[in-house]
């Protein structure tokens, strides 16, 4: 029955579904902490440490709709538990990679496996969960686990980076996932669509193609400057992704229901979830440098500092639901983006080694207004949804937020290496050796490495004027941001303004 209310086996089967969502969470986090001592380690160009950081993210954006529908057509419990399976050999291997290589093919392969996850836990709840309210709970604690997981991932990543070498980040995951294949098949219902169709194979591959081909464009842009090859990936990711669009038009079970793209709470919450985390992911990725590079925090402290911000996310996933009882879901996602708006500009505030306080207090306040956000997209689009087609729906909710996430430390992550290099490039001394300053422009790790090698009064001077075009990127990076939420604030109350609060509906 479509309102009957949920019982203590569903609320138990939820708490099983949260064990994949803190691992995503926190292996994004903990591998943010592990970027200084992996740079270290395998020395990597600033082309492939974006690789490394977004490959996972890419390849989960790219895999998300196959899986979600795939779900659908085998079995949600069914593809949960055999990505969580791959995930752990994949964590394995990403953890004894030997060089950075090896560890974006990894990191790859554990994107393919964490795309059966997310649509799966997220499509079992839409059918554990049949009455709104208690749904709408379900989802923002879905949404807390995330918020949890980062909590957890940098007090745990910080630890093993102080006690082991980078890679055993990575095994974090292993028991996580022992954890959820010992009880999924024990307290977790399955369910799949009873009339879907096969899997289009073709479909599947276009999708794929066209993601990693715009974001491989992106990626030549960001290292090498715009060129005729960027500019014909881009093109040509745009012209796959037409073929693909107009491919789901003429099948009998196509991949993604456009029609769900009809409705305006499920088009602009997708939307929504897509550029709020392009804007916060690229400052988050500064911002973990900046702790550990230019306040000089070990991995652990600087996992310590992060908890308040990940707390008030925690906070704003559970208190949203709440006030959309009473009040409209467009004030509500609204209000959030203006709180993510403030957030944003005080991180501009932040001046060279100093800010600490200004710093964690502006992630604060970005970190409840996102969070709120993102429960009332995802109760929105998981409620539009039928049942039947919960996989597929889930599927394009994670696809928006993976590729926001990733585009976010691509495009975002350009935009602030681009201010960086800018500043270093007429900065630099002219006693630094050639050699030398090239790696300093290119990264700030690199320049920080240079510095310590340089005699006396010149190493500092190099290390401070580093640390100054970082800042200036982290500036100019949470200026983007701010202008992007606020615009979206205002798109969001025009689009959705017609939708009332749950206690409007009876």
């Known amino acids: 029955m479509e309102n009957s209310r949920a019982t203590r086996r569903e609320w138990i089967g939820l708490a099983v579904l949260t064990l994949p969502c803190l691992l995503l969470a926190m292996d994004l986090t903990v591998l943010y902490l592990a970027v200084?001592?992996?740079?270290?380690?395998?020395?990597?160009?600033s082309a492939q440490l974006l690789w490394i950081v977004d490959a996972y993210g890419f390849m989960i954006a790219g895999s998300l709709i196959t899986m979600g529908t795939l779900g659908d057509r085998i079995g949600r419990r069914r593809l949960l538990l055999i990505g969580g399976g791959a995930f752990a050999v994949a964590s394995s291997l990403a953890a004894f990679s030997t060089s950075a290589e090896m560890l974006i093919a990894t990191r790859g392969l554990l994107g393919v496996a964490g795309a059966t996850l997310m649509p799966s836990t997220l499509a079992l709840i839409r059918n554990m969960f049949h009455d709104p309210d208690q749904r709408s709970t379900a989802i923002s604690l879905w949404v807390t686990s995330f918020t949890v997981g980062n909590a957890i991932g940098p007090l745990l990543g910080g630890f093993m980076l102080e006690h082991f070498w980078w890679g055993s980040v990575f095994l974090l995951g292993v028991p996580v996932m022992a954890l959820l294949l010992a009880l999924g098949p024990v307290l977790l219902p399955e369910s799949r669509d009873p009339n879907a169709g096969r899997l289009d194979i073709a479909s599947a591959a276009l999708s794929l193609a066209a993601i990693l081909a715009v974001i491989y464009g992106i990626k030549r842009t960001a290292s090498e400057g715009f060129s005729s090859a960027a500019a014909a990936a881009i093109a040509g990711g745009l012209v796959i992704g037409f073929v693909f669009v107009h491919r789901q038009r003429r099948l009998r079970d196509p991949i993604i229901d456009l029609d769900?793209?009809?409705?305006?709470?499920?088009?602009?919450?997708?939307?929504?979830?897509?550029i709020v985390l392009i804007a916060i992911a690229g400052a988050y990725f500064f911002t973990v440098q900046y702790l550990q590079l230019v306040l000089g925090l070990p991995p652990l402290r600087a996992g310590l500092w992060l908890l308040p911000p990940t707390v008030a996310g925690m906070f704003g996933s559970m208190f949203a639901p709440v006030v959309a009882r009473r009040v409209r879901p467009a004030l509500v996602m609204s209000g959030g983006l203006v709180m993510a708006a403030v957030?944003?500009?005080?991180?501009?505030?932040?001046?060279?080694?100093?800010?600490?306080?200004?710093?964690?207090?502006?992630?604060?306040?970005?970190?409840?207004?996102?969070?709120?956000?993102?429960?009332?997209?995802?109760?929105?689009?998981?409620?539009?949804?039928?049942?039947?087609?919960?996989?597929?729906?889930?599927?394009?909710?994670?696809?928006?937020?993976?590729?926001?996430?990733?585009?976010?430390?691509?495009?975002?992550?350009?935009?602030?290496?681009?201010?960086?290099?800018?500043?270093?490039?007429?900065?630099?001394?002219?006693?630094?050796?050639?050699?030398?300053?090239?790696?300093?422009?290119?990264?700030?790790?690199?320049?920080?490495?240079?510095?310590?090698?340089?005699?006396?009064?010149?190493?500092?001077?190099?290390?401070?004027?580093?640390?100054?075009?970082?800042?200036?990127?982290?500036?100019?990076?949470?200026?983007?941001?701010?202008?992007?939420?606020?615009?979206l604030a205002v798109i969001v109350v025009v689009t959705l303004r017609q939708i009332p609060a749950r206690s409007s509906n009876g």
């Open 36 to 45: 200084p001592s992996l740079s270290a380690d395998l020395n990597p160009s």
């Open 260 to 274: 769900l793209f009809r409705v305006p709470a499920f088009s602009t919450s997708v939307g929504t979830q897509l």
């Open 343 to 487: 957030g944003f500009t005080m991180l501009t505030q932040i001046r060279g080694g100093a800010g600490l306080p200004v710093l964690i207090s502006a992630f604060v306040i970005l970190s409840i207004g996102v969070s709120a956000t993102m429960t009332i997209t995802t109760d929105l689009i998981v409620g539009v949804a039928p049942p039947e087609r919960a996989g597929a729906a889930s599927a394009i909710s994670e696809t928006s937020s993976e590729l926001g996430l990733a585009l976010g430390v691509a495009v975002m992550g350009s935009i602030g290496t681009a201010v960086y290099r800018r500043d270093m490039a007429s900065a630099i001394p002219a006693e630094v050796p050639s050699a030398a300053a090239d790696a300093a422009r290119d990264t700030l790790g690199g320049a920080l490495a240079v510095a310590a090698r340089l005699p006396g009064q010149l190493g500092t001077d190099l290390m401070e004027l580093a640390r100054a075009a970082f800042s200036h990127a982290l500036h100019t990076t949470a200026i983007t941001g701010a202008i992007i939420v606020t615009v």
